[in-house]
Nanobody, 123 residues
Framework: QVQLVESGGGLVQAGGSLRLSCAAS????????MGWFRQAPGEERELVAA????????FYADSAKGRFTISRDNAKNTVYLQMNSLKPEDTAVYYC????????????????WGQGTQVTVSS
């Protein structure tokens, strides 16, 4: 089992930046692909960015390309999402998720989830 805890959310003005962190604990000695998802009220949960264990593979949703950067520090068991040039439409609860194996872009294959952190971008 792996436990994930997100932090770093908050309220920011449009154009601002936030860095989200996801700390993993438990059985972290395996090759997990990690993803950042978000869910706005009334919307489906969607993948924003994901990275493989070895950072050889990274995925970004079109909405995140050029603005968000996913990174991971395996020594610290932590994954980050640097979000720049934030827009009001980025407002959502952001979730960290993990799965053994490859990066995938859908929700259901991810086995481990954090509790979420709220990001609110004001116009």
């Amino acid at each position: 089992q792996v436990q994930l805890v997100e932090s770093g959310g908050g309220l920011v003005q449009a154009g601002g930046s936030l860095r989200l962190s996801c700390a993993a604990s438990g059985r972290t000695d395996r090759n997990y692909a990690m993803g950042w998802f978000r869910q706005a009220p009334g919307e489906e949960r969607e993948l924003v960015a994901a990275t493989s264990w070895s950072v050889g593979v990274r995925f970004y949703a079109d909405s995140a390309k050029g603005r968000f950067t996913i990174s991971r520090d395996n020594a610290k068991n932590t994954v980050y999402l640097q979000m720049n040039s934030l827009k009001p439409e980025d407002t959502a609860v952001y979730y960290c998720a993990g799965r053994l194996g490859m990066v995938v872009t859908t929700v259901s294959p991810y086995d481990y989830w954090g509790q979420g952190t709220q990001v609110t971008v004001s116009s």
